[in-house]
């Protein structure tokens, strides 16, 4: 049967271990010049209907390094813009390529495309997840900090997509996550629930930034308005003023805190300039890693071929 990525609660933690070892192997690879084209004739298909520079190009350039091809789709200009249903584009796809990453806003609508897709299908960003990026930070955090278990990552800023697959992955991967969003702002509550509801993880959510950052070894932040929320921006620089990421914080966590970002950032608003070009933001290793992430993925997918 074929396996998708919709969101995090499709993986086991054998799956995200295998991927996390996987894709920390392939970097060594590449780095040493060992080459490795498994995936000759082969198509990933990427069809985004919002913006991105690192998920697009991280699994274009992947698919690339593998010896495949890339295609990428703009949304708008395939008939999903004219109204061809989904499930129709979805069958057709499925002859043409091997694989399919899907950004979109609906999670339903990416749901549904999986449903009538006989290839893998990829989240590659919706509203609610982002699967992708929680895969590659998490091998951030074990490059940097060896190990993910005991490890307290505190989120500071909105409940959103990246959020809640973090919240996904400490309900998978028993991880100690700390989120400190301000009251209106705080995760889905069904997102939340189901993963308490699994009794793995220690997910708290506290309103104090400062609180949350006691002893943090990783702090997380992302924008405040999420692409398709651009209309909120002005108020929520108001509500979210207090939950900048900047050196007054910085000072609350352990010393050897390591600051994430999944980019694109905001200067001076979620993150001062100071912390993202400081010496504890690892935010340009964490980019280069969803390359890496994105082989290990495709090729999970796809199929393994020895190399
Ligand atoms: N972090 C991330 O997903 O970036 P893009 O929006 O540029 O893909
Ligand atoms: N939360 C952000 C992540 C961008 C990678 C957004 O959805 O716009």
Redesign the pocket.
Known sequence: MKKDILTLLDLSKEDIDKLLNRAIELKDMQKKGVPYKPFAGKTLGLIFDKAST??RVSFESAMVQLGGHPLFISARDTQIARDEPVRDTARVLSRYLDCLAIRTYSQDLLEEFAEFSSIPVINA?T?LY?PC?VLSDLMTVIEKKGKYSGIKIVWIG?G???AHSLINAAAVLDLNLVLACPEGYTPNDDILNRALGTGCGKIDIISDPAEAVKDADVMYT??WA???QESEHTIRKRVFESYQVNSGLLKQASGDVIVMH???AHREEEISEEVLEGSKSVVWDQSENKLHMSKAIIEALIGRKDG
């Open positions: 690192r998920t960003l509203d982002h990026q909105d959103n997509n990246v992302d924008v999420s692409m398709g999944c980019l694109p």
